[in-house]
């Protein structure tokens, strides 16, 4: 069992997502890449204070951006570095025009962003759901929602579309047929930089559905090499150790080694990159069990929902950042068919 490292080119900014009315950048996302992978300091997702790299590191990718309008999400950010309000000054002297979304009062007041008096501003609570640093409140960006999960969403469904290939083959390890074969792994390799936001997303879905467990350290168990690049991120990003069991496939049956590796007592999250009908996690469900370790449940960065969320048992539930449902399948292209009805 390893802790994985992964590194990462450092070069980019992971969480930008640009429309044609503004571009979005998720602040602690971008500082948990700063954390981990330039600072080192192994914080995982777990570090909250806002660092000056970080700003820069994002300013310096929307310095070159035709968008003026920006929307900067600070869910999760609880502290700050002392004088980071000079580069947000900075780039509004630029022409920017900065929204910032999910902001605590308190780290308003350490950005001394008060200063800045805006009507359309919105506190909730202890924290700006809404907070527009210029002063015009009747700019087009004041009226503008920003539904995050719903963005989010959009963007991975236009990111997918180009990597779902044509298929009308029986799947390798289920009796279904699929219409269409969706490329992961291309999908991980050309959209590299929304991938890794996409395995932090996950990360955090984890720690919200597991934050005891968690503190327990679970082992993070993944069974292919597919997913081997997923699950090294999220060992990153959550502390924990990692086991990868290859070849599991089609056929249910036990590998003469397991038991060297699967530690009884221990308790496992199955890690996958695609679930389709979840045969393969069944598989390993089955191997943790069989050698006395506890199955905690199964994530996954994309997955397909053949039943309605009322028939599924929350313990048999496979979390992921995005569903291929109802909703979308025809869009992409995607079904599952059986000899019982054509093709």
Not at 14 to 42: M, P, Q, R
Not at 50 to 65: A, G, S, V, Y
Not at 291 to 303: D, F, P, Q, R
Request: with cysteine; proline share 2%; glycine share 2%.
């Amino acid at each position: 069992m390893l802790r994985s490292k992964f590194q990462i080119h450092l070069a980019m900014i992971i969480s930008a997502i640009k429309t044609d009315k503004y571009t979005y950048v998720n602040i602690h996302a971008e500082e948990v890449v700063t954390s981990n992978y330039l600072e080192n300091d192994n914080s995982g997702i777990y570090g909250r204070r806002l660092q000056i790299i970080t700003l820069n590191r994002i300013f310096e990718h929307l310095d070159k951006d035709t968008q003026r309008n920006i929307i900067l999400d600070f869910n999760h950010i609880e502290r700050c570095q002392p004088n980071l309000n000079k580069t947000l000054i900075d780039l509004k002297n630029k022409g920017y025009k900065l929204a910032f979304i999910n902001l605590r009062k308190t780290v308003c007041d350490e950005l001394s962003l008060s200063t800045v008096s805006n009507t359309k501003t919105q506190l909730e609570g202890d924290v700006y759901s809404r907070f527009f640093f210029f002063e015009n409140d009747k700019d087009d960006l004041t009226e503008i929602e920003c539904d995050v999960p719903a963005l989010f969403n959009q963007t991975f469904k236009e990111k997918l579309i180009p990597f779902i290939e044509s298929h009308g083959k029986p799947h390798t390890s289920s009796y279904v047929y699929l219409t269409s074969y969706v490329d992961i792994k291309k999908f991980l390799s050309y959209e590299r930089e929304f991938m890794l936001f996409a395995i932090y997303k996950l990360a955090l879905k984890i720690e919200k559905e597991w934050s005891v467990e968690i503190d327990k350290d679970p082992i993070l168990i993944c069974q292919s090499m597919n997913s081997a690049f997923i699950v090294s991120v999220l060992s990153n990003l959550l502390k924990l150790d990692i086991l990868i069991l290859d070849k599991i496939g089609p056929i249910n049956k036990l590998y003469t080694r397991v038991d060297k590796t699967i530690v009884a007592d221990r308790k496992y999250i199955v890690v996958s990159d695609l679930v389709c009908l979840g045969t393969e996690v069944k598989i390993v469900k089955t191997l943790i069990q069989f050698i006395g370790g506890k199955y905690l449940g199964n994530v996954s960065i994309i997955k397909t929902e053949t039943l309605s969320k009322a028939d599924i048992k929350r313990e048999e539930a496979t979390i992921a950042v995005f569903s291929i449902n109802r909703s979308n399948n025809k869009e992409l292209k995607y079904s599952i068919t059986t000899d019982l009805e054509a093709l």
